[in-house]
């Protein structure tokens, strides 16, 4: 059975700081490619930035890049997503997921995605 789980979210100011984590357990987490997405309320579920199996290629939402930064590691089977300069708009559910599927020129859908963590709350105060 393969589970992700998420933590590390919580409440912040903006222009604060988080770092989420997501450990993988039932797979061989480094033949997988992993994602991190989030979806605000009343919106769809959106990519927010993606990390190859071995970390050759990342990719980031427009929304994101310059602030949060993906990284791995594979001998911890954890994915990491730093967030910085938050604000407000970044409120939202984060999920992380995996795949080993191909993903497009700029990221990854969310039905290129296999497995699924049930998420963390990332609340940015104004």
């Known amino acids: 059975q393969v589970l992700l789980v998420e933590s590390g979210g919580g409440l912040v100011q903006a222009g604060g700081s988080l770092r989420l984590s997501c450990v993988a357990s039932?797979?061989?987490?480094?033949?997988?490619?992993m994602g991190w997405f989030r979806q605000a309320p009343g919106k769809e579920r959106e990519f927010v930035a993606a990390?190859?199996?071995?970390?050759?290629?990342?990719y980031y939402a427009d929304s994101v890049k310059g602030r949060f930064t993906i990284s791995r590691d594979n001998t911890k089977n954890t994915v990491y997503l730093q967030m910085n300069s938050l604000k407000p708009d970044d409120t939202a559910v984060y999920y992380c997921a995996a795949t080993g599927k191909l993903g497009a020129s700029w990221g990854y859908p969310s039905d290129a995605m296999e497995y699924w963590g049930k998420g963390t709350l990332v609340t940015v105060s104004s």
């Open positions: 990390i190859t199996r071995r970390a050759w290629s990342i």
């Open positions: 039932g797979l061989t987490f480094s033949s997988y490619t």
